[in-house]
T-cell receptor
């Protein structure tokens, strides 16, 4: 059982470049989440998808877009990367939002120069 | 607005010691609280989820308690081992049901 998987593990972008972070879960969970983790700021919610076909903004959505491709996959896109988006990005899933345990992926470490 | 605070930010103990990690939250109208472990460079591993109807939840050497009235949760680790060294995070939901994380306590257990 792979749980929550994320690709890539590491990425370096130049300012203005775009990229998509991929996330997939094999636990048949309904809800999926994207967080970023920054020193001194902790983990903050970027976007979430309570169920297939729905997405909503979290605390820090500016500069990001998401797609819930199907029940398994939830991608995060940076259209025009900025140095302020240098961070570690985590995807998570839960059976259903919000009462259930969240399970996290291993993270993507992104550097924007 | 839900705010989650963890004190201390870092803790160093000798192997074998029992220890308590603290978590406080400002909005006590929560229906659960979750404790996570994070190893350096890794993702978060869920340790325990306490529902609001529960006072305690146990898993092996870990015991988490929840006191909604005082806005506090504690994670008790018995007989600590060097392998317990990691950052421990607690998270409580806000009114919209989204998890708000504390800054974490970095635990170091010395052999």
């Amino acid at each position: 059982n792979a749980g929550v998987t994320q690709t890539p593990k590491f990425q370096v972008l130049k300012t203005g470049q775009s990229m998509t972070l991929q996330c997939a879960q094999d636990m048949n969970h309904n809800s999926m989440y994207w967080y970023r983790q920054d020193p001194g700021m902790g983990l903050r919610l970027i976007y979430y998808s309570a169920s297939e076909g729905t997405t909503d903004k979290g605390e820090v959505p500016n500069g990001y877009n998401v797609s819930r491709l199907n029940k398994r996959e939830f991608s995060l896109r940076l259209e025009s990367a900025a140095p302020s988006q240098t961070s570690v990005y985590f995807c998570a899933s839960s059976v259903r939002d919000p009462h259930y345990e969240q399970y996290f992926g291993p993270g993507t470490r992104l550097t924007v120069t | 607005k839900q705010e989650v605070t963890q004190i201390p930010a870092a803790l160093s103990v000798p192997e074998g010691e029992n220890l308590v990690l603290n978590c406080s939250f400002t909005d006590s109208a929560i229906y659960n609280l979750q404790w996570f472990r994070q190893d350096p460079g890794k993702g978060l591993t869920s340790l325990l989820l306490i529902q609001s109807s529960q006072r305690e939840q146990t898993s092996g050497r870990l015991n988490a308690s929840l006191d909604k009235s005082s806005g506090r949760s504690t994670l008790y680790i018995a007989a600590s081992q060097p392998g317990d060294s990691a950052t421990y995070l607690c998270a409580a939901p806000n009114q919209g049901g989204k998890l708000i994380f504390g800054q974490g306590t970095e635990l170091s257990v010395k052999p």
